[in-house]
């Protein structure tokens, strides 16, 4: 992904949008806004080095935590109250098991999400992009993609739905990219209405939160940051003057060099 230039004429901060109700917290669908998603990974990082004593451990065991999170059904995740409760409560299960013992063998050698969930969201994703291709009709131009992704960011700065539903294909579909390093979406979301509010949720109102405009793949996109770190790199596929796919990274591996000293903002 590029690490381009920022709009910092159009940063919005959180808590600053005006209109369309209070979507922070877990919407519907179950997306977690970036701040939460953040703070829940730092607080489970804390207390796995509490126990462990040891950086490397610490992201094994929190990965192994999430790992077991996204093993069980949806519905067993669903009667879980507390998600961030579940999670200390396996760190503290699993992180004796990474003390030093003769031959035990290594969580990173265990099956990983990706290897298990991965396949089956790469053919839905690669489905959506055979199917827009066939619905473009005309090319989208740079500056029709540079306006619509712009209008996107304005419509998440106000959390406005109504204005957000109207630059989305009805038959829109948002892809959460989180690697099982974050509790992200895991299936993809689809319907305008439907995207549009799991977008509201993702970038929510928390403190220190801000939203910009900058180039993402050569084209533009959106940047979310978290108490200055980057969090989330939204990207847009667009047909017919309307936004048809949106692409949406989480995974810490992948966002880190959107955090090296050269993404981060100007002063």
Request: a neutral charge; one cysteine or more; proline letters at 6%.
């Amino acid at each position: 992904m590029d690490r381009g230039g920022e709009d910092r004429g159009r940063e919005w901060r959180g808590g600053e949008g005006r209109g369309g109700g209070d979507h922070r917290g877990e919407d519907r669908d179950g997306a977690v806004s970036i701040g939460e998603l953040l703070d829940e990974r730092r607080f489970l990082l804390d207390v796995a080095y509490w126990m462990l004593g040891c950086g490397s451990a610490a992201e094994r065991v929190v990965d192994e935590a999430y790992r077991r999170w996204f093993g069980l059904s949806d519905t067993a995740r669903g009667q879980i109250a507390e998600p961030r409760s579940w999670l200390v409560w396996t760190v503290g299960g699993t992180g004796p098991d990474l003390l030093p013992v003769p031959d035990r063998t290594d969580l990173t050698d265990r099956t990983d999400l990706k290897d298990l969930k991965e396949p089956n969201c790469t053919e839905l994703a690669d489905r959506a992009r055979r199917s827009l291709r066939v619905r473009r009709s005309r090319p989208t131009t740079p500056q029709q993609h540079d306006g619509l992704a712009r209008a996107v960011r304005h419509a998440c700065a106000e959390q406005d739905v109504e204005l957000l539903v109207s630059l989305l294909s009805p038959d829109a579909a948002a892809f959460f990219d989180g690697g099982g390093k974050v509790r992200a979406l895991t299936r993809p979301v689809h319907g305008g209405r439907q995207v549009a509010r799991s977008l509201l949720a993702l970038v929510g109102r928390p403190p220190g939160t801000t939203l910009t405009a900058q180039p993402v793949n050569g084209r533009t996109g959106l940047v979310a940051r978290y108490d200055h770190k980057v969090a989330a790199v939204i990207s847009f596929d667009v047909a017919d003057g309307h936004v048809a796919l949106v692409w949406v990274v989480l995974n810490p591996d992948k966002l880190q060099s959107w955090n090296l000293p050269t993404a981060a903002p100007n002063p």
